[in-house]
C-alpha cells in the first residue's frame, strides 16, 4: 500500500518562506513522478510542481516559477517543495501526488495514482 505523508504547512507572512515535505512509503518511488497541487477555498486543484525523479527533471506552474522549487532526497523517500517569497494568493491546502506510469501528463491531477492528505498553507498580507 503506497502511502505519502505531507508535513511542514503553517501561518506565515508574505515574503516569508516554508518548506512542505512528502514522505512516501510501500514501494520504491525511483521511478515516479511526484508532484504538488493545492486547492485553495472554491477553487479546482492545480498543479504546483513535479519532478520524474529517477532523472531529476522539474517542471513548475508559470504562477510559482522562480519562487518555488521542488527536490527529493532518495535515501529517504522524501520530496520536498520549498516555497519562497510567498504571496497571500498561495494560501491553500497542499497536496503531494504520485504516479507510476510512463508519459504521466505532469499538470494533469488525473494522471495521478496516489495522494496525501493534504497540509495545510496561510499566507498572511
Known amino acids: 500500500q503506497v502511502q505519502l505523508v505531507e508535513s511542514g504547512g503553517g501561518l506565515v507572512q508574505a515574503g516569508g518562506s516554508l518548506r512542505l515535505s512528502c514522505a512516501a512509503s510501500?514501494?520504491?518511488?525511483?521511478?515516479?513522478?511526484m508532484a504538488w497541487f493545492r486547492q485553495a477555498p472554491g477553487k479546482e486543484r492545480g498543479v504546483v510542481a513535479a519532478t520524474i525523479w529517477s532523472i531529476g527533471t522539474t517542471y513548475y506552474a508559470d504562477s510559482v516559477k522562480g519562487r518555488f522549487t521542488i527536490s527529493g532526497d532518495n535515501a529517504k523517500n522524501t520530496v520536498y517543495l520549498q516555497m519562497n517569497s510567498l504571496k497571500s494568493e498561495d494560501t491553500a491546502v497542499y497536496y503531494c501526488?504520485?504516479?507510476?506510469?510512463?508519459?504521466?501528463?505532469?499538470?494533469?491531477?488525473?494522471?495521478?495514482?496516489?495522494w496525501g492528505q493534504g497540509t495545510q498553507v496561510t499566507v498572511s498580507s
Open positions: 501526488a504520485a504516479d507510476s506510469s510512463y508519459g504521466t501528463v505532469w499538470y494533469n491531477r488525473h494522471s495521478y495514482d496516489y
Open positions: 510501500g514501494r520504491t518511488f525511483k521511478s515516479y513522478t
